[in-house]
């Protein structure tokens, strides 16, 4: 099973390595069973995230068509500043990002029964303010929540929402979250358990999903 996580200008670094590293654990507990690359809409090249100057090199071209996981990071930087004078804030990241050769990508993968979008912190608000997902659940940093439902999205308060092929985690550390549920999801408890254990890391919080009874609001 591939999984595809997409580096773009400005992406937080903890957004694409808390993952990443979860993932590649659970792949070797799992027997080899996972297959991780960072690509990118562009291809092969070197992408700048938002912190420090900090590179990435992402290895291969996003491909929509290949069965798996496509994993959206956030975006790091400032959240304030006048653009108009030159601060690239995290708004205008995830703006760029909206308006990027990722978009058609990723629209494709959301519509490809085999592939299970995913999107960590303000991954899930790249997704949103490009247009992929009107109309779904999910969750994003507690400061973009507001932002989020403006969108269009049902903005859900938990730490991972699981709506089917779009799974989204909030939180700067959620990303350790998001990659143990899908450890889970893909090869069950034992497996995620042997990671979590690995990494002294606890998740946090009941998955969200639309299921079950719903509860009474007085």
């Known amino acids: 099973?591939?999984?595809?996580?997409?580096?773009?200008?400005?992406?937080?670094?903890?957004d694409v390595i808390a993952p990443f590293e979860v993932l590649a654990a659970g792949s070797d507990a799992a027997g080899g069973a996972l297959t991780l690359e960072l690509v990118s809409a562009e291809g092969r090249r070197d992408?700048?995230?938002?912190?420090?100057?900090?590179?990435?090199?992402?290895?291969?071209k996003l491909d929509p068509d290949r069965p798996?996981?496509?994993?959206?990071?956030?975006?790091?930087?400032?959240t304030v500043g006048d653009p108009d004078q030159g601060a690239v804030t995290i708004p205008v990241l995830l703006a760029r990002f909206?308006?990027?050769?990722?978009?058609?990508?990723?629209?494709?993968?959301?519509?490809?029964?085999?592939?299970?979008?995913?999107?960590v912190c303000g991954g899930s608000l790249a997704l949103?303010?490009?247009?992929?997902?009107?109309?779904?659940?999910?969750?994003?940093?507690?400061?973009?929540?507001?932002?989020?439902?403006?969108?269009?999205?049902?903005a859900i308060q938990a730490r991972v929402v699981d709506d089917g092929d779009l799974v989204t985690a909030g939180g700067v550390t959620s990303g350790l979250d998001l990659g143990l549920h899908i450890l889970e999801r893909?090869?069950?408890?034992?497996?995620?358990?042997?990671?979590?254990?690995?990494?002294?890391y606890e998740r946090r919080g009941i998955v969200w999903r639309n299921a079950g009874l719903a509860p009474v609001t007085v």
């Open 128 to 154: 949103a303010m490009a247009g992929l997902i009107d109309g779904r659940h999910a969750v994003t940093h507690h400061l973009g929540m507001d932002v989020l439902d403006a969108t269009g999205v049902r």
């Open 47 to 60: 992408v700048v995230s938002g912190t420090c100057g900090l590179l990435l090199r992402a290895t291969g």
């Open 186 to 200: 893909e090869f069950g408890p034992r497996v995620a358990h042997a990671v979590e254990t690995l990494f002294e």
């Open 1 to 14: 099973m591939l999984v595809q996580i997409v580096l773009f200008d400005g992406f937080d670094p903890l």
């Open 68 to 78: 798996g996981y496509v994993v959206v990071p956030g975006a790091s930087g400032p």
């Open 98 to 119: 909206a308006e990027s050769a990722v978009v058609p990508l990723l629209r494709a993968a959301l519509h490809n029964p085999d592939v299970t979008v995913a999107a």
